[in-house]
Antibody, heavy 120, light 107 residues
Framework: QVQLQESGPGLVKPSETLSLTCTVSGGSISSYYWSWIRQPAGKGLEWIGRIYTSGSTNYNPSLKSRVTMSVDTSKNQFSLKLSSVTAADTAVYYC??????????????WGQGTMVTVSS | SSELTQDPAVSVALGQTVRITCQGDSLRSYYASWYQQKPGQAPVLVIYGKNNRPSGIPDRFSGSSSGNTASLTITGAQAEDEADYYCNSRDSSGSVVFGGGTKLTVL
């Protein structure tokens, strides 16, 4: 079955760029939407954005100026870059498969999550 | 972007029925999806679309919608259903929005 695994630094300095990669195994990355979602400790979920395997993206308006997503179909991976990070960006970051329907968005497969701390 | 509102906490006696609600203007146009999250784990999709359960989700979980309110119903709650539950939907700009989450306690 399809599995997702996030990878990247667990510690990022303030004002620097957070970079994470999600590797898709057990299936093809093609023809799906893929999203990044984060969750600060003890708080709720926040959608960061999605990317289609063509490279088309949609970002959360509140983060849009700092977010860049990309996809590498040859490696079955997609990536997140979040620039100018502050302590408020400290969270568990999840990648997820996004089943985009005509009237709904359902995240049916999730990675285990990776904790990213922003601190000097 | 649109907001989705959930009650912070709900409790239910073992074996009874509980309804968890999610309110927001976007729900007049889009369905809610529902997720169960246990401590230290990633969320799990339990309901999507009009009222669809992914494979492996017990049939005691069901979804419904009326106006600007979507509901997740657990009929015959079990101890293992104790968790945080989140709804999400899409807003008019195409962005995804999540509710703040409901902590379900099974007594």
């Amino acid at each position: 079955q399809v599995q997702l695994q996030e990878s990247g630094p667990g510690l990022v300095k303030p004002s620097e760029t957070l970079s994470l990669t999600c590797t898709v195994s057990g299936g093809s990355i093609s023809s799906y939407y893929w999203s990044w979602i984060r969750q600060p400790a003890g708080k709720g979920l926040e959608w960061i954005g999605r990317i289609y395997t063509s490279g088309s993206t949609n970002y959360n308006p509140s983060l849009k100026s700092r977010v860049t997503m990309s996809v590498d179909t040859s490696k079955n991976q997609f990536s997140l870059k979040l620039s100018s990070v502050t302590a408020a960006d400290t969270a568990v970051y999840y990648c997820a498969r996004d089943q985009v329907g005509a009237k709904d968005d359902a995240f049916d497969i999730w990675g285990q999550g990776t904790m990213v701390t922003v601190s000097s | 972007s649109s907001e989705l509102t959930q009650d912070p906490a709900v409790s239910v006696a073992l074996g009874q029925t509980v309804r968890i609600t999610c309110q927001g203007d976007s729900l007049r146009s889009y369905y809610a999806s529902w997720y169960q999250q246990k401590p230290g784990q990633a969320p799990v999709l339990v309901i999507y679309g009009k009222n669809n359960r992914p494979s492996g989700i017990p049939d005691r979980f069901s979804g419904s919608s009326s106006g600007n309110t979507a509901s997740l119903t657990i009929t015959g709650a079990q101890a293992e259903d104790e968790a945080d539950y989140y709804c999400n939907s899409r807003d008019s700009s195409g962005s995804v929005v999540f509710g703040g989450g409901t902590k379900l306690t099974v007594l």
